[in-house]
Every structure is written in C-alpha cells, then in structure tokens.
C-alpha cells in the first residue's frame, strides 16, 4: 500500500503523541494497570479491617479478667516480641477464627498504649 506523502507526518505525530500521553499518564498521571489496582484495593481493604477490629481487640483486653497479668506479661516483653504476647493472650484472635492475626495485634498493640502509665490521682497539674 502506498501512503500519500502528506499523510506520513499525521500518521508519525499520532503515533509520537500516543506514546507521550502514554508515558505522562502512567508516571505523573495516576493511571495504573489493572494488576496494581486490585493490589491496591486488597490492601486497604486489609487495612480497614484491621481498624474495625482494633476496638474489638481493646474490648476483649478491657474484659479480660486475667488483664493485669496478662498486661505486665506484655510490658516485660522486649520491644519486637510484645505483638506475639498480645497474640498469645488472645485479644487478637478475632470471633470466628481460631488463630490470632498478627495485623490486628500490632494495630491493638499500638491503641493499649502499653508504655502509658496513668498519673496517680492528686498528681495531675491543674491547667486552670
């Protein structure tokens, strides 16, 4: 087939502008593949279970009736070890399941506030 002469440089600035808004939209345009999408999509739906649960973990470590014990175990864990203690105490086995999510302890671990100690009463300064 022969081309007219006059169509090649439309056909070449169609093909180079494709290319270029290809290019633009993938890096600086947001555009993602479909793979990178649902990677995206499993992840945050992961995430926002992981923080409806959280108040569920801190339920079941306010009723706990083994919660001071249960708690001091947790202190005198080493920094990187205190999720497994929260797994073992089982405040982060969620109703259903039999194991623990190790997700769910973390983020239940980080809302105990376990280093927080509570000021005993009369010693809190009046800001007014």
């Keep these: 087939m022969n081309t007219p002469e006059w169509l090649k440089p439309g056909i070449y600035g169609a093909v180079i502008g494709a290319v270029f808004v290809g290019v ?36 079941m470590a306010r009723s706990d009736p083994a919660r001071a014990d249960k708690m001091e175990t947790i202190r005198a864990a080493s920094t990187y070890q205190r999720r497994d203690a929260v797994m073992s105490a089982g405040w982060a086995t969620v109703p259903g399941t039999d194991a623990p999510n190790r ?26």
């Design 24 to 59: 633009v939209g993938f890096t600086w345009g947001g555009w993602v593949t479909g793979g990178t999408a649902n990677d995206r999509a499993m992840a945050m739906s992961r995430d926002n279970v992981v923080a409806s649960m959280v108040p569920v973990c801190l339920d």
């Design 103 to 128: 997700d769910i302890a973390q983020a239940c671990l980080a809302a105990l506030d376990v280093d927080g100690s509570p000021e005993p009463a009369g010693t809190a300064v009046d800001g007014g």
